[in-house]
T-cell receptor
């Protein structure tokens, strides 16, 4: 069974700091990778996704993620965070014959202090 | 257009009570999914519909959980004889075939 690990439970940054959230998955075949964000009081929204092609994926609000197949990783990055980026971030994967079923990590809560 | 909607947004049930949670997917979306999100965890897959057909129910935790989508649009997740461990946020998502899943706001269920 596939699984997703998010290394950081809670990250606290000051505005303008750079962000990198780790995500590793366990599945050896073809994968589709996603980052979802949940702002306080709101529903899960898609930040970015990788299906194939360029492993560096750009998403909304200045976020990007890099798929490194050899490391089974899909880390999320942003060069300069803002207070409005305070939210919970979830990495998710689907793959193979169950390419509809998303497996999520436990999430990383990001707090950005002004 | 409108996103995925769910009702009720909050539900308090007494242990042993039956509950029904509703999901209205985005119009035209063929695929519909239910997930359960426990406190401090990521969402976990419960079941998947393609139109009215329930193609995967492997994530349903027990036979007390039942989902239906009789006309291929609105879906209902029913939990019979609720237990305290059923307390969670129940998320519905829809997609056009097997593309990106769009999530609703969830129903927060508290079983006392």
């Amino acid at each position: 069974a596939q699984s997703v690990s998010q290394h950081n439970h809670h990250v606290i940054l000051s505005e303008a700091a750079s962000l990198e959230l780790g995500c590793n998955y366990s599945y050896g075949g073809t994968v589709n990778l996603f980052w979802y964000v949940q702002y306080p009081g709101q529903h899960l929204q898609l930040l970015l996704k990788y299906f194939s092609g360029d492993p560096l994926v750009k998403g909304i609000k200045g976020f990007e993620a890099e798929f490194i197949k050899s490391k089974f990783s899909f880390n999320l990055r942003k060069p300069s965070v803002q207070w409005s980026d305070t939210a919970e971030y979830f990495c998710a994967v689907n793959s193979g014959g169950s390419n509809y079923k998303l497996t999520f990590g436990k999430g990383t809560l990001l707090t950005v202090n002004p | 257009g409108a996103g995925v909607s769910q009702s009720p947004r909050y539900k308090v049930a007494k242990r042993g009570q039956d509950v029904a949670l509703r999901c209205d997917p985005i119009s035209g979306h063929v695929s519909l999914f239910w997930y359960q999100q426990a406190l401090g965890q990521g969402p976990e897959f419960l079941t998947y519909f393609q139109n009215e057909a329930q193609l995967d129910k492997s994530g349903l935790p027990s036979d007390r959980f039942f989902a239906e989508r009789p006309e291929g649009s609105v879906s209902t997740l029913k939990i019979q004889r609720t237990q305290q461990e059923d307390s969670a946020v129940y998320l519905c998502a829809s997609s056009f075939v097997l593309e990106t899943q769009y999530f609703g706001p969830g129903t927060r269920l508290l079983v006392l």
